[in-house]
Antibody, heavy 122, light 104 residues
Framework: QVQLQESGPRLAKPSETLSLTCTVSGGSIYFSSYYWGWIRQPPGKGLEWIAS???????DYNPSLKSRVTMSVDTSKNMFSLRLSSVTAADTAVYYC??????????????WGQGTLVTVSS | EIVLTQSPGTLSLSPGERATLSCRASQSVSSSYVAWYQHKPGQAPRLLIS???RRATGIPDRFSGSGSGTDFTLTISRLEPEDFAVYYCQQLETFGQGTKVDIK
């Protein structure tokens, strides 16, 4: 059973960089057909896809966040990371890491982390 | 950019009733990429349906998905108490805004 666990600071200051890591267990990131990504949910709002990465390091970013987002993967540690720069209060959200099925199988998100609330405040 | 519009925003029903949730895309999309999720407060979303109509592992058969082109539907044939939640449709990197199914 694949499990994903988010970790990182729960509080970020405005204009700083938010950094989160997702550790994967029960399955290997390396040489798999899956995409690994981040989705967030601001308080009282819906889900927003942020970014995804393939084990090779190939990335795909939400155009509305692209200028501020960086994803990376560490296959040796079976984890991947998110960096979101120049944060504002609008970036306050529950951040989920997740696994997406290969596109040839539909691309749905079949495993999710429990989510971590990150608050942007001075 | 594809926009997914879900309706209604809130659906108030009683246990045992049938729920019909709609997801409309701003342009035609491949049904292969349409998924539905159930989301309860404090929990991670759960995949219900992928490929517009394929139930995920362990999902009860009271959940069914259908549709093609721009119109997709999630149907819950008989609502159980644990089904009251928010439901999202998704097409690859785009989510709908969600439909809340609450108890009448």
């Amino acid at each position: 059973q694949v499990q994903l666990q988010e970790s990182g600071p729960r509080l970020a200051k405005p204009s700083e960089t938010l950094s989160l890591t997702c550790t994967v267990s029960g399955g290997s990131i390396y040489f798999s057909s899956y995409y690994w990504g981040w989705i967030r949910q601001p308080p009282g709002k819906g889900l927003e896809w942020i970014a995804s990465i393939y084990y090779t390091g190939s990335t795909d970013y939400n155009p509305s966040l692209k200028s501020r987002v960086t994803m990376s993967v560490d296959t040796s540690k079976n984890m991947f990371s998110l960096r979101l720069s120049s944060v504002t209060a609008a970036d306050t959200a529950v951040y989920y890491c997740a696994r997406s099925q290969p596109r040839y199988y539909g691309g749905a998100i079949d495993y999710w982390g429990q989510g971590t609330l990150v608050t942007v405040s001075s | 950019e594809i926009v997914l519009t879900q309706s209604p925003g809130t659906l108030s029903l009683s246990p045992g009733e049938r729920a019909t949730l709609s997801c409309r895309a701003s342009q035609s999309v491949s049904s292969s990429y349409v998924a539905w999720y159930q989301h309860k407060p404090g929990q991670a979303p759960r995949l219900l349906i992928s490929g517009a109509s394929r139930r995920a592992t362990g999902i009860p058969d009271r959940f069914s998905g259908s549709g093609s082109g721009t119109d997709f539907t999630l149907t819950i044939s008989r609502l159980e108490p644990e089904d009251f939640a928010v439901y999202y449709c998704q097409q690859l990197e785009t989510f709908g805004q969600g439909t809340k199914v609450d108890i009448k």
